[in-house]
Antibody, heavy 122, light 109 residues
Framework: EVQLVQSEAEVKKPGESLKISCKGS????????LAWVRQMPGKGLEWMGT????????RYSPSFQGQVTLSADKSINTAYLQWSSLKASDTAIYYC???????????????WGQGTMVTVSS | EIVLTQSPGTLSLSPGERATLSCRAS???????LAWYQQKPGQAPRLLIY???SRATGIPDRFSGSGSGTDFTLTISRLEPEDFAMYYC??????????FGQGTKLEIK
């Protein structure tokens, strides 16, 4: 079964760092782009960025450039989303999602992780 | 930057009725790059439609997509109780760059 399994919910204080994970299984992890998507409480979906685990080629949404870091460890089929200094406004559910085709169109996401809830509060 | 605007914000219908959800792009886009997702409370989004009109694997044929240029539509021909959820359209703008509409809530009347 193709699946993405994300790390558990986190509760952090403003200014703290955090790294959450997304582990792929059931497919060739290194050959499919993976995206991260934010969903703030009661709000819609926002694309944050995309990484190609095969060579860690990374593209960021301008809205998130410099705010987060995407990375991947292909030896353990895991992608990461990282913050160096969290803010209360980072409170959200974060999803990882796999692009449906290894190369070319369609540019959509067919497999989603279950989401990781990040709460930032003093 | 292309902005996707979905309407209505909330749609109240009864099971068995037909639902028509709209997604309007701020400028003309390729239908190849327009998709629809369903999201139920507490769940991750689920891909329904890609390429404006192609159903994803396992999606019932009561779901259909259409449109071109700036206006796209998701139609649910006959609502089942499990169809009441949030729906988002999504566009791929190259580079890569993805954007989502703000969503339409389909609720039971």
């Amino acid at each position: 079964e193709v699946q993405l399994v994300q790390s558990e919910a986190e509760v952090k204080k403003p200014g703290e760092s955090l790294k959450i994970s997304c582990k792929g299984s059931g497919y060739s992890f290194t050959t499919y782009w993976l995206a991260w998507v934010r969903q703030m409480p009661g709000k819609g979906l926002e694309w944050m960025g995309t990484i190609y685990p095969g060579d860690s080629d990374t593209r960021y949404s301008p809205s998130f450039q410099g705010q987060v870091t995407l990375s991947a460890d292909k030896s353990i089929n895991t992608a990461y989303l990282q913050w160096s200094s969290l803010k209360a406004s980072d409170t959200a559910i974060y999803y990882c999602a796999r692009k449906i085709e290894a190369t070319g169109p369609p540019y959509v996401f067919d497999i989603w992780g279950q989401g990781t809830m990040v709460t930032v509060s003093s | 930057e292309i902005v996707l605007t979905q309407s209505p914000g909330t749609l109240s219908l009864s099971p068995g009725e037909r639902a028509t959800l709209s997604c309007r792009a701020s400028q003309s886009v390729s239908s190849s790059y327009l998709a629809w997702y369903q999201q139920k409370p507490g769940q991750a989004p689920r891909l329904l439609i890609y390429g404006a009109s192609s159903r994803a694997t396992g999606i019932p044929d009561r779901f259909s997509g259409s449109g071109s240029g700036t206006d796209f539509t998701l139609t649910i021909s006959r609502l089942e109780p499990e169809d009441f959820a949030m729906y988002y359209c999504q566009h791929y703008g190259g580079s890569p760059k993805y954007s989502f509409g703000q969503g339409t809530k389909l609720e039971i009347k």
